[in-house]
């Protein structure tokens, strides 16, 4: 956690085995980050208050099986260099953002983001892109 600034109230959990990356990254107030297998936020990254960033979530079925015995499913999450990251945006597994990114406020971010690019809505998508930067 080279460099970084964590603001009041923030919360990592990084699971047995799993990984968690941050470099020169602000993150706001009362931010969840939850690590269940990897998550790398690259340098110069602003992370505005409330942000959720989980890697896994609970496997279930329709069956009378317990939910909490059923395990977990993780992906990685990769935030490259210079992203912005709005509040309460929620980031699922399995996603890139890529660099330069901005990611708008209340948006939930769970599949691939383009590089230089503004994204945003439930769930998340581009809605201008910038290939020249």
């Known amino acids: ?40 936020i690259n340098s110069g990254c602003l992370i505005a208050e409330l942000v959720v ?24 999450i990769t935030i490259e260099k210079n992203v912005w990251i709005g509040a309460k945006v ?3 597994k399995g996603v890139t953002i890529g660099e330069n990114a901005v990611i708008g406020a209340h948006s939930l971010v769970n599949k ?7 994204a945003l809505g439930t769930p998340a998508r581009i809605i ?3 290939d020249t930067i």
């Open 1 to 40: 956690m080279k460099g970084c600034r964590i603001s009041e109230g923030t919360f990592i959990k990084v699971s047995k085995n799993a990984e968690l990356s941050l470099c020169n990254t602000f993150l706001g107030r009362n931010c969840l980050i939850s690590s269940g297998k990897s998550i790398v």
């Open 53 to 76: 960033i989980r890697d896994h979530n609970h496997q279930y079925n329709l069956n009378d099986d317990k939910i909490i015995s059923l395990g977990i499913n993780a992906g990685c």
């Open 128 to 130: 201008k892109q910038n």
């Open 90 to 92: 929620t980031i699922l």
């Open 112 to 118: 691939n983001i383009n590089k230089n690019s503004l």
